[in-house]
């Protein structure tokens, strides 16, 4: 399974990017994508995530009401739309898989640079 994370770059204060995640390599429907984000020195930080069968979806706090988390079952994609951006969200954006809701993320990509900043 290999997980393809794009849609990272360079925007303004208050501005957005919409980041796509692709899984390949399995006819199998993971059970939930997610997405983490990671700034030098600092452990990885949960974003959000998404149960791929009912469309729940989880938030964390710091991005509430600025990013929306969705997925293309058709086409095993998700997306982190991210809007009102801010410098504290400059990080590597990571997507990840996992095929369970007591599992651990096994599957990751290989991050996309964010970086906001005017």
Not at 70 to 95: E, I, R, W
Not at 98 to 114: H, I, N, S
Request: hydrophobic share 30%; aromatic share 10%.
């Amino acid at each position: 399974v290999q997980l393809q994370a794009s849609g990272g770059g360079l925007v303004r204060p208050g501005g957005s990017l919409r980041l796509s995640c692709v899984v390949s390599g399995s006819t199998f429907r993971r059970y939930a994508m997610g997405w983490f984000r990671q700034v030098p020195g600092k452990e990885r930080e949960f974003v959000a995530s998404i149960t791929t069968s009912s469309g729940a979806s989880t938030l964390s706090d710091s991005v509430k009401g600025r990013f929306t988390i969705s997925g293309d079952n058709g086409k095993s994609t998700s997306y982190l739309q991210m809007n009102s951006l801010k410098p504290d969200d400059t990080a590597v954006y990571y997507c990840a898989a996992k095929d369970c809701a007591g599992c651990a993320y096994a599957y990751w990509g290989q991050g996309t640079q964010v970086t906001v900043s005017s």
